[in-house]
C-alpha cells in the first residue's frame, strides 16, 4: 500500500521505510549484491534482511533492466544533462543500455563538465580531454565505463559514465579521440530516483 524509491537499500533507508510504515522498497541496486548463504545477526546485510522481515517489508530490484529500459535510468541521466535527439548506444558488450544524444550547441568540454556537475549534482568530476569540444555523447549510467572504445566507434567525441579504472582513464586520453567524463556511480544514477 506504501512504496519508498531509492537507489541503494541501506539502513536508513530501511529505517525510513519502518517510519513511514511502507511495506515495499523499490531500489535500483539489488541488496545484498551476492547471495546470503545464511543470516548472522550483527552482519550488515544479514541485519538489514533480519529487519524487512521483522517489519513485512518486500523488496523490488531493477538494475540492469532499469539501465536499459525505455525511460529507465539512461534515458532519465540523457535528459538530466540536457542532451537532444536521445537514442540507443549499441555498443557491442551490452547492447541497448547506454544511451547517445546531442549537445546543441557545440559546448567546450570546459563548459560541459561544469553543466553535468550542476545537472548531477556530482561533488566532483574526472576528465580526460579528447577534442576538447562536445556535441555527440554516449551515457552509461553506474559503471559502464569498459565501453568507451564503443562510444568512439559510434563517432561520440564524449562518452560519460563512472568508475573509470586508472589504466582506462590513461589508456583514453593517450588515444586523443575522446572526451570521458566519469560522473560517478551514485551521480549518475541517482537520477532515475525522483522519476
Known sequence: TRILVALDITMAVIDEAVSIGADLIVSHHAMPYRPLQRLIA??????????LIKNGISTISMHTNLDAAIGGVNDALAEAIGLEDIGPFDNSQAPSIGRIGYVRPELSLEDF?????????????????GSGRVSKVAVGSGNCSGFWQD???CGCDTFLSGDFKYNALLDAEESGRINIVDGGHFPT???ICPK
Open 189 to 191: 544514477e541517482n537520477v
Open 42 to 51: 550483527g552482519e550488515v546485510n544479514s541485519d538489514k534482511v533480519i529487519k
Open 151 to 153: 562510444a568512439i566507434a
Open 113 to 129: 563538465l561544469a553543466k553535468v556537475k550542476k545537472d548531477l549534482n556530482a561533488g566532483g568530476l574526472r576528465y580526460v580531454v
